[in-house]
């Protein structure tokens, strides 16, 4: 039985190991705000942070996971993580909303390396987060205006 780091804390899960950490998360402890999208980590919708790195977690196996930690975007708190979540809720990022919580995770991940990104940085490191509504304008914009209120 895998033991993992989630959101902080230490848990136990009664699953294959070399289950996706995608079905954990969601069928085995209901952490659904993590969400399925193509399955072949193309399109961002699971992105979850090991160990603060945004990961696919449709390609990660739990096994796989090992020590590190995993956050989810019901465990995204911290400095970054609620200037991030502000942001998009203050530009109304969200569409349809499917794709957001791994928009989210990828954007924290991001800004934590590159705390004062250029468009061409934002677009080049959101590459690969689809949103199927094209609210890419203003996910760079919520991007952005996370990055101002940290540096404030």
């Known amino acids: 039985m895998p033991l993992i780091t989630l959101n902080g804390r230490r848990r136990q899960l009664q699953v294959d190991g070399e289950m996706p950490l995608l079905w954990a998360l969601r069928d085995h402890l209901q952490l ?3 969400k399925y999208g193509c399955g072949i980590a193309l399109c961002g919708a699971c992105t979850v942070h090991l160990d603060g790195q945004a990961v696919r977690s449709c390609a990660v196996t739990v096994d796989a ?3 590190r930690a995993v956050t989810t975007i019901e465990g995204l708190h911290g400095r970054v993580g609620e200037a991030v979540k502000a942001a998009w ?5 969200a569409q349809c909303g499917y794709c957001q919580p791994g928009q989210i995770m990828n954007a924290a991940a991001f800004l934590k390396t590159t705390p004062a990104p250029t468009d ?5 490191a959101m590459t690969g987060n689809v949103c199927r509504c094209a609210t890419y ?3 760079r914009a919520a991007i952005k205006a996370a990055a101002a209120a940290l540096a404030a």
């Open 32 to 34: 659904t705000g993590t």
């Open 65 to 67: 996971v090992g020590a």
């Open 89 to 93: 809720i203050a530009g109304d990022v």
């Open 120 to 124: 061409a940085e934002i677009d080049a």
């Open 137 to 139: 304008l203003r996910i």
